[in-house]
């Protein structure tokens, strides 16, 4: 079993900065690709960003690919930066992990955590 524990969000204004943070615990977690996901209020939760398990290979939404940056150390954080932040990017952002994938489908994912809150005001 895999544990996902998000930190980091909170209320920023418009143009700030982000970092989120996702510790894994549980199974060894070499094997496994890990993604970054956002739900808005009233809309479906859509893909921002995932990492191999080596850190190595990376993909982004087309929204993120200029702002956000997906990075992980000791094959168990997986951190989140996101700059420029707009009210548009408020949501909910989870953590998800999956057993050798790293793709953009929400079903690769088998493992989520609790999700965190991000607000930008305008």
């Known amino acids: 079993q895999v544990q996902l524990v998000e930190s980091g969000g909170g209320l920023v204004q418009a143009g700030g900065s982000l970092r989120l943070s996702c510790a894994a615990s549980g199974r060894p977690f070499s094997i496994y690709g890990q993604g970054w996901f956002r739900q808005a209020p009233g809309k479906e939760r859509e893909f921002v960003a995932s990492?191999?398990?080596?850190?190595?290979?990376t993909n982004y939404a087309d929204y993120a690919k200029d702002r956000f940056t997906i990075s992980r150390d000791n094959a168990k954080t997986v951190y989140l930066q996101m700059n420029s932040l707009k009210p548009e990017d408020t949501a909910v952002y989870y953590c998800a992990a999956g057993i050798d994938y790293y793709g953009r489908s929400i079903a690769g994912y088998g493992y989520w955590g609790q999700g965190t809150q991000v607000t930008v005001s305008s």
């Open positions: 990492i191999n398990w080596s850190g190595l290979s």
